[in-house]
């Protein structure tokens, strides 16, 4: 199921959770995420999830995100798609 989360909403989930439960992904273009990025997120640029979108081998939660929200949400469609629950 893909959700739409608010930066409110996020914070309180972040909050909540154990990081053990989530992974936080930054799908930005490396240089974006180099000069910012959320504390713990990983970086996965839209690009090689969409080359690759069963990069994801665990069963936490995805959280992507983006400046806009278009990639991230292309990145969960994808792995979506690729039949990540």
Avoid: T, W
């Avoid at 154990?18 to 690009?47: C, F, M, T, W």
């Avoid at 690759?52 to 990639?71: A, H, M, N, Q, T």
């Amino acid at each position: 199921m893909i959700r739409e989360l608010s930066g409110k909403i996020l914070e309180r989930f972040i909050k909540d959770l154990n990081e053990k439960e989530y992974l936080l992904v930054d799908v930005r273009q490396s240089h974006e995420y180099r000069l910012d990025h959320i504390p713990g997120a990983i970086h996965i640029p839209l690009a090689e999830i969409q080359f690759d979108p069963f990069v994801f081998e665990d069963d936490r939660k995805l959280i992507f995100y983006c400046r806009s929200g278009s990639r991230s949400k292309v990145a969960a469609i994808f792995v979506a798609e690729a039949g990540y629950n």
